[in-house]
C-alpha cells in the first residue's frame, strides 16, 4: 500500500507540472498568445513521449522482470539512449523554429525548448527506471525536487515583472536539469555509460513498436493542436486545448500512474506464466484475476467520475467569463476520460504480456476514428463537434483493446525468447 500510495502521489506531481505548463500559459498570457505558445509546447510534448515509448514503457515492462546487473546495464543503455534522441531531436526542433513559415501555426516559442531536451528526457527516464524497479517513493522525491525548483523559478519570474512564453520554458527546464542531476548523482549512473546501439538490439521487440504505437498516438495529439488550426481560430484552439488539460489531462496521468505500478507486477506474472506445471497455471490465473478485478474497479470509477466532473465542471466554467465557451465541452471530455480509465487494465495486460504489435494495431484504429470524427465534428459544429469526435475515438479504440487482450489470453504462458545477447546465469545446483 505505500508502494501504491508514493506512486499515485509521484503523478500527481508529474500532472501538476504538465497541466501547469499549459495552465500558466493560459493564465498568465492573452488568449492568442497561449494558443502560439501550446503549439510549440506539444511538440515538446510529443518529443517527451516517444522518448517515453521507445525508452522508459521499455524499462516498466522489460528491465521489471530482471534483478541486479542486468537490470542496471538496461536503465545505463536507456539513458544513453534518450541522450541521443534528444540531441538528434533538438537539432530537428530548432530546424523547424528557422525554417517554418509563420502562418496558421507559429513554432516560434521552439528556441526555448530545444536547448532543455536532453534534460528533460534524462529527468523523465530516470522516473522510469525507479518505477521499473518497484521504487515508486524514489521517484515522487526526485519529481518533487524538480516540480519545486520550476516552481520557485516560475515566482521569481512573476516578481520580476511581465512573464512571457520563454520565461515560462525556461522555468520548465531548469527544473528537469536540477531533478535530472539529482538523479544521476543519487544512482550513480552515467548516460555516456550506456549503448544506445545495445539498447536497440536489445529491446528491438518491444522499443520498435513501442515507439511506432507512440507516433500513431501522437500523430492524435498534433491534429487537435495543427489539423483543426484552419476550422478553428487561436481562441477556440486554446479553449479546446484548455478543456483537455483541465478535464482530461488528470485522468490521463493518473492512467500513467496506474500503468507504472501494474505493468511490472503484471509483467513478473507474464514471465512467470511461461514456466512449466502449477507454477505457470498459478500466474497466468493471477494476471487474468488481477485484470478482471481492476477492470471493474475502473469501470465503477469511471461512471462516478462522469456524474462528478460533468455538473461541476460546467458549474465552475460558467462561472468565468473568459471560460465560458469551454463549459460545453465538459460532457464530451468526461466521457473520453471515462473511457480511458475503462481502458487501462487491457493496456496493462497487454503492455505486460510484451503485446507490442497488438498495441499499435490498436492505436491504429483509434487515431484513425478519432481524426476522422475531429476532422467531421470540428467543420460540422466546431469547438463543440471536434470534442464529440474524440469521444467517438476514443470509444472505438476501447472495443478494439477488449477484443486484442481477449485473443491474447490465448497465447499467455508462451515464453519470450532471449535477446539480451548474454546467457542467463546458471541455476543453482540443489544440494
Given at each position: 500500500m505505500r508502494r501504491v500510495g508514493a506512486g499515485l502521489a509521484d503523478q500527481f506531481v508529474v500532472a501538476c507540472a504538465n497541466a501547469g505548463n499549459t495552465l500558466l500559459a493560459l493564465l498568465l498570457l492573452d488568449r492568442h498568445r497561449s494558443g502560439v505558445m501550446l503549439q510549440s509546447l506539444a511538440l515538446a510534448y510529443v518529443v517527451m513521449y516517444l522518448n517515453r515509448a521507445f525508452v522508459g514503457d521499455v524499462l516498466l515492462a522489460l528491465a521489471s522482470r530482471y534483478d541486479g546487473e542486468r537490470r542496471d546495464r538496461l536503465v545505463r543503455n536507456g539513458l544513453a539512449t534518450a541522450t541521443a534522441f534528444a540531441a538528434v531531436s533538438a537539432v530537428v526542433?530548432?530546424?523547424?523554429?528557422?525554417?517554418?513559415?509563420?502562418?496558421?501555426?507559429?513554432?516560434?516559442?521552439?528556441?526555448?525548448?530545444?536547448?532543455?531536451?536532453?534534460?528533460?528526457?534524462?529527468?523523465?527516464?530516470?522516473?522510469?527506471?525507479?518505477?521499473?524497479?518497484?521504487?515508486?517513493?524514489?521517484?515522487?522525491?526526485?519529481?518533487?525536487?524538480?516540480?519545486?525548483?520550476?516552481?520557485?523559478?516560475?515566482?521569481?519570474?512573476?516578481?520580476?515583472?511581465?512573464?512571457?512564453?520563454?520565461g515560462l520554458f525556461v522555468c520548465w527546464g531548469l527544473g528537469a536539469a536540477v531533478g535530472a542531476a539529482g538523479y544521476l548523482l543519487r544512482t550513480g549512473h552515467r548516460p555516456w555509460q550506456g549503448r544506445p546501439l545495445r539498447w536497440v538490439a536489445e529491446t528491438r521487440h518491444l522499443s520498435g513498436w513501442f515507439s511506432a504505437t507512440a507516433v500513431i498516438g501522437q500523430f492524435q495529439v498534433l491534429a487537435v493542436t495543427f489539423l483543426v488550426s484552419h476550422q478553428l481560430n487561436p481562441v477556440a484552439l486554446s479553449g479546446?486545448?484548455?478543456?483537455?488539460?483541465?478535464?482530461?489531462?488528470?485522468?490521463?496521468?493518473?492512467?500513467?500512474?496506474?500503468?507504472?505500478?501494474?505493468?511490472?507486477?503484471?509483467?513478473?506474472?507474464?514471465?512467470?506464466?511461461?514456466?512449466?506445471?502449477?507454477?505457470?497455471?498459478?500466474?497466468?490465473?493471477?494476471?487474468?484475476?488481477?485484470?478482471?478485478?481492476?477492470?471493474?474497479?475502473?469501470?465503477?470509477?469511471?461512471?462516478?467520475?462522469?456524474?462528478?466532473?460533468?455538473?461541476?465542471?460546467?458549474?465552475?466554467?460558467g462561472r468565468f467569463d473568459k471560460f465560458a465557451d469551454i463549459a460545453k465541452l465538459a460532457l464530451p471530455m468526461a466521457l473520453q476520460a471515462a473511457v480511458y480509465l475503462v481502458q487501462v487494465p487491457f493496456t496493462a495486460a497487454l503492455r505486460a504480456m510484451h503485446r507490442a504489435r497488438m498495441l499499435f494495431l490498436q492505436y491504429v484504429v483509434f487515431t484513425t476514428t478519432s481524426i476522422i470524427g475531429l476532422l467531421v465534428g470540428a467543420g460540422t459544429r466546431g469547438l463543440e463537434g471536434a470534442?464529440?469526435?474524440?469521444?467517438?475515438?476514443?470509444?472505438?479504440?476501447?472495443?478494439?483493446?477488449?477484443?486484442?487482450?481477449?485473443?491474447?489470453?490465448?497465447?499467455?504462458?508462451?515464453?519470450?525468447?532471449?535477446?539480451?545477447?548474454?546467457?542467463?546465469?546458471?541455476?543453482?545446483?540443489?544440494?
Open positions: 526542433l530548432l530546424g523547424f523554429w528557422a525554417f517554418w513559415p509563420r502562418g496558421d501555426v507559429n513554432l516560434t516559442d521552439l528556441i526555448w525548448v530545444a536547448p532543455f531536451l536532453p534534460v528533460l528526457l534524462l529527468q523523465d527516464t530516470g522516473r522510469s527506471s525507479y518505477l521499473a524497479d518497484r521504487q515508486p517513493a524514489k521517484a515522487l522525491a526526485n519529481d518533487l525536487v524538480a516540480v519545486g525548483t520550476q516552481a520557485v523559478a516560475v515566482t521569481v519570474l512573476l516578481l520580476a515583472g511581465v512573464p512571457t512564453a520563454g479546446l486545448r484548455g478543456a483537455q488539460t483541465a478535464l482530461l489531462q488528470p485522468v490521463q496521468n493518473f492512467v500513467t500512474a496506474v500503468q507504472g505500478l501494474v505493468v511490472p507486477r503484471a509483467s513478473r506474472l507474464a514471465r512467470d506464466a511461461a514456466r512449466p506445471a502449477d507454477e505457470g497455471v498459478r500466474a497466468a490465473t493471477e494476471l487474468r484475476r488481477l485484470t478482471r478485478k481492476l477492470a471493474l474497479a475502473f469501470t465503477a470509477l469511471a461512471v462516478v467520475m462522469v456524474l462528478v466532473v460533468w455538473p461541476l465542471a460546467v458549474f465552475v466554467l470534442a464529440w469526435g474524440l469521444t467517438a475515438g476514443a470509444a472505438a479504440g476501447l472495443m478494439v483493446m477488449v477484443g486484442l487482450y481477449r485473443y491474447s489470453l490465448r497465447y499467455l504462458g508462451e515464453p519470450e525468447p532471449d535477446r539480451s545477447g548474454e546467457p542467463e546465469e546458471p541455476a543453482a545446483i540443489p544440494a
